[in-house]
């Protein structure tokens, strides 16, 4: 059965730092791995989707890397904001017939002036 | 605008009572979803629908139900068989069944369903 961990649970940094969130999953046969944002109470916002042939997607100031051999994946913030403030989910699709999305606890980033 | 719309965002439900959240799309997606989540912890799936009329059992099914007559409607229905349902409900939609594995899922919005 997948697992995916994500450490730290929560972070607080001052803001123009650049900060790093790991994701590791138990099962190395993903077909992607996909980083959300979710702001409190709202719904998610996908952020990067990396397939199992890539190594790494960009957007912006974020930069998502995908080390499918050791199960690991990393969401590096360049930057950082108060507008970053949120929980960061990390979730994987695994080798099943459809589209089933296996998600990490998140990591609650809080970005201070 | 496209996108995915879920209402009520709140709901309070007595026990014993039966509640239908609703989830509608846009997007002209084939693929929908719900997820569950429960404070700290990530969203766990409970049902899924690949086409109109089929939907498929995800890994919490027990105690809910769906239908998907519609193309852009995947309602769900939190039974009194469900013992715990006080949580956050969201539902997602993928855009094609046969790249579901591949496909960015978008969110909806949420509802907070509460058990008094």
């Known amino acids: 059965k997948q697992e995916v961990t994500q450490i730290p649970a929560a972070l607080s940094v001052p803001e123009g730092e650049n900060l790093v969130l790991n994701c590791s999953f138990t099962?190395?046969?993903?077909?992607?791995l996909q980083w959300f944002r979710q702001d409190p109470g709202k719904g998610l916002t996908s952020l990067l989707l990396?397939?199992?042939?890539?190594r790494e997607q960009t957007s912006g100031r974020l930069n998502a890397s995908l080390d499918k051999s050791s199960g690991r994946s990393t969401l590096y913030i360049a930057a950082s904001q108060p507008g970053d403030s949120a929980t960061y989910l990390c979730?994987?699709?695994?080798?099943?017939?459809?589209?089933?999305?296996?998600f990490g606890q998140g990591t609650i980033l809080t970005v201070h002036p | 605008d496209g996108g995915i719309t879920q209402s009520p965002k709140y709901l309070f439900r007595k026990e014993g009572q039966n509640v239908t959240l609703s989830c509608e799309q846009n997007?002209?997606?084939?693929?929908m979803y719900w997820y569950r989540q429960d404070p700290g912890q990530g969203l766990r799936l409970i049902y899924y629908?690949?086409?109109?009329?089929?939907?498929q059992k995800g890994d919490i099914a027990e105690g809910y139900s769906v239908s998907r007559e519609k193309k852009e409607s995947f309602p769900l229905t939190v039974t009194s068989a469900q013992k715990n349902p006080t949580a956050f409900y969201l539902c997602?939609?993928?855009?094609?069944?046969?790249?579901?594995?591949?496909?960015?899922?978008?969110f909806g919005p949420g509802t907070r369903l509460t058990v008094l």
């Open positions: 997602a939609s993928s855009k094609n069944r046969h790249d579901s594995l591949r496909d960015t899922q978008y």
């Open positions: 629908s690949q086409i109109v009329n089929d939907f």
């Open positions: 099962d190395s046969a993903i077909y992607n």
């Open positions: 979730a994987v699709v695994g080798g099943t017939s459809y589209g089933k999305l296996t």
């Open positions: 990396i397939q199992s042939s890539q």
């Open positions: 997007l002209n997606h084939d693929a």
